[in-house]
T-cell receptor
Framework: QQQVRQSPQSLTVWEGETAILNCSYEDSTFNYFPWYQQFPGEGPALLISIRSVSDKKEDGRFTIFFNKREKKLSLHITDSQPGDSATYFCAASPGTQVVGQLTFGRGTRLQVYA | DPKIIQKPKYLVAVTGSEKILICEQYLGHNAMYWYRQSAKKPLEFMFSYSYQKLMDNQTASSRFQPQSSKKNHLDLQITALKPDDSATYFC?????????????FGEGSKLTVL
């Protein structure tokens, strides 16, 4: 059973548009949700994260919206740039486990066209 | 410059053989991890080490053995290789194993088992 689900599997937007990437989870004990960005041939890199006590986290053009009741979150990338083209992973962990033990979704591949 | 060095970047092995994946981190971190990424599954947690001691093992098979000779080293020995072991193996680290900070990933070692 997949604990963290992401949709869509792939997404194409034009430069300047807002990309919306969705994530949902099953485990109610999850309370830390990082998003990772991965370019081809590289390892994932932390982009932005949120804890379940918050419903929104913003960092520049990247914003996480979190709905604890529905166990859903989304990553909004405003003013998308071609350099944002990458695969984005939603991950989760419960507070009782070590920070490095993350459960990842399958990722959303984002393509931004100029 | 990469702060987490993984060697080799690519390797090909035959079924039944043994390989060692090397990982060194120069971030001064106390916790290190191994993750696996394959075409069939999302990025999966395998092992976590803190101060060179095993914290958690989510790998069912004893064919996978982490080895920590130094605080900033965490190698992964894989024996009796199978085609299903084909994946990209990522080493990661964090400042500590407690619930602080972020997870940093290396660039991965892509293993193909024929």
């Amino acid at each position: 059973q997949q604990q963290v689900r992401q949709s869509p599997q792939s997404l194409t937007v034009w430069e300047g548009e807002t990309a919306i990437l969705n994530c949902s989870y099953e485990d109610s004990t999850f309370n830390y949700f990082p998003w990772y960005q991965q370019f081809p041939g590289e390892g994932p890199a932390l982009l932005i994260s949120i804890r379940s006590v918050s419903d929104k986290k913003e960092d520049g053009r990247f914003t996480i919206f979190f709905n604890k009741r529905e166990k859903k979150l989304s990553l909004h990338i405003t003013d998308s740039q071609p350099g944002d083209s990458a695969t984005y992973f939603c991950a989760a962990s419960p507070g009782t486990q070590v920070v490095g033990q993350l459960t990842f979704g399958r990722g959303t591949r984002l393509q931004v066209y100029a | 410059d990469p702060k987490i060095i993984q060697k080799p970047k690519y390797l090909v092995a035959v079924t039944g053989s043994e390989k060692i994946l090397i990982c060194e981190q120069y971030l001064g971190h106390n916790a290190m991890y191994w993750y696996r990424q394959s075409a069939k599954k999302p990025l999966e947690f395998m092992f976590s080490y803190s101060y060179q001691k095993l914290m958690d093992n989510q790998t069912a098979s004893s064919r996978f053995q982490p080895q920590s000779s130094k605080k900033n080293h965490l190698d992964l020995q894989i024996t009796a290789l199978k085609p299903d072991d084909s994946a990209t193996y990522f080493c990661a680290s964090s400042q500590d194993a407690e619930n602080t900070g972020q997870l940093y990933f290396g660039e991965g070692s892509k293993l193909t088992v024929l």
